[in-house]
C-alpha cells in the first residue's frame, strides 16, 4: 500500500543545517517532492526530484534520494527564522489521474 | 508565474447557508483539484477535475458539490455543512494528471461553520 512516513518535530539553531528525512513504500513512486507551509498559509512547492536521479541542489536546499531504501531527505543549509515551517514529503505514483500522496509533515522549528 | 487564486480568504457560515469558494489559474494546467487540510494534518484529496471531467471523488458527501466551470476556473459548492467541515480548503492545479504531477497550490479558503 502507499504510506509516506516523516518525523513530527525537528528543532534547530539559526545558521545551522536542519535535514527532515521522510520514507515512503511504494516503488512504483516516479516522482517524490517536498513542500512548506507557513502558518494559516497554502502549501509552497520547494524543489522535486525524479525516481532515476539521487541528487538534486537548489541553492541552500540539497534533496537525497535513496531509492533501495525508498528513503528522501530534504537538507536546508544555514537554516534561517524564516525556515520556520511544516514540510511536507509526497510521493506521485505512476498512474495517470493519481493524486500525491502526503506525509504527516516535519515541525520545523528554528530558534535564534 | 506558478499561481493559484483561492477566495475568499476566510469564509464564516451557518449550517443551513449555501456558499461557494473559487479558484482559478492561468498557467493553462489542464487538471485541478480540492483539498481538505485540518490543523496539524497533511491535505486530504476530495476531488480531481482533468480536462474538466470529474476524474475522482474520494467519497466527499455531497454537501460538498464541485464544479469545473472552464479550464482556468474550479468552483466548490458548499450546503448545509456541519461544524466538523471547518477546516482550510486548498485548490491545486498541474499541467496534466500523468505521473510527473507537479501540483501548485493556492493559499486556501479558511472555513468555519458555526
Known amino acids: 500500500g502507499e504510506d509516506v512516513e516523516q518525523s513530527l518535530f525537528l528543532s534547530v539553531r539559526e545558521g545551522d543545517s536542519s535535514v527532515i528525512n521522510c520514507t515512503y513504500t511504494?516503488?512504483?513512486?516516479?516522482?517524490l517532492y517536498w513542500y512548506k507551509q507557513e502558518p494559516g498559509a497554502g502549501l509552497q512547492l520547494l524543489t522535486y526530484?525524479?525516481?532515476?536521479?539521487d541528487m538534486k541542489q537548489d541553492q541552500r536546499l540539497t534533496v537525497l534520494l535513496n531509492k533501495k531504501d525508498k528513503h528522501l531527505s530534504l537538507r536546508i543549509a544555514d537554516t534561517q527564522t524564516g525556515d520556520s515551517a511544516i514540510y511536507f514529503c509526497?510521493?506521485?505514483?505512476?498512474?495517470?489521474?493519481?493524486?500525491?500522496?502526503f506525509g504527516k509533515g516535519t515541525t520545523l522549528s528554528v530558534s535564534s | 508565474d506558478t499561481e493559484v487564486t483561492q477566495t475568499p480568504k476566510h469564509l464564516v457560515m451557518g449550517m443551513t447557508n449555501k456558499k461557494s469558494l473559487k479558484c482559478e489559474q492561468h498557467m493553462g494546467h489542464r487538471a485541478m483539484y480540492w483539498y481538505k487540510q485540518k490543523a496539524k494534518k497533511p491535505p486530504e484529496l476530495m476531488f480531481v477535475?482533468?480536462?474538466?471531467?470529474?476524474?475522482i471523488n474520494e467519497s466527499v458527501p455531497s454537501r460538498f458539490s464541485p464544479e469545473c466551470p472552464n479550464s482556468s476556473l474550479l468552483n466548490l459548492h458548499l450546503h448545509a455543512l456541519q461544524p466538523e467541515d471547518s477546516a482550510l480548503y486548498l485548490c491545486a492545479s498541474s499541467q496534466d494528471p500523468g505521473a510527473k504531477n507537479i501540483q501548485y497550490f493556492g493559499a486556501g479558503t479558511r472555513l468555519s461553520v458555526l
Open positions: 509526497a510521493e506521485s505514483l505512476n498512474q495517470a489521474g493519481t493524486a500525491l500522496i
Open positions: 477535475y482533468s480536462y474538466e471531467k470529474l476524474s
Open positions: 526530484i525524479f525516481s532515476n536521479m
Open positions: 511504494d516503488s512504483s513512486s516516479t516522482y
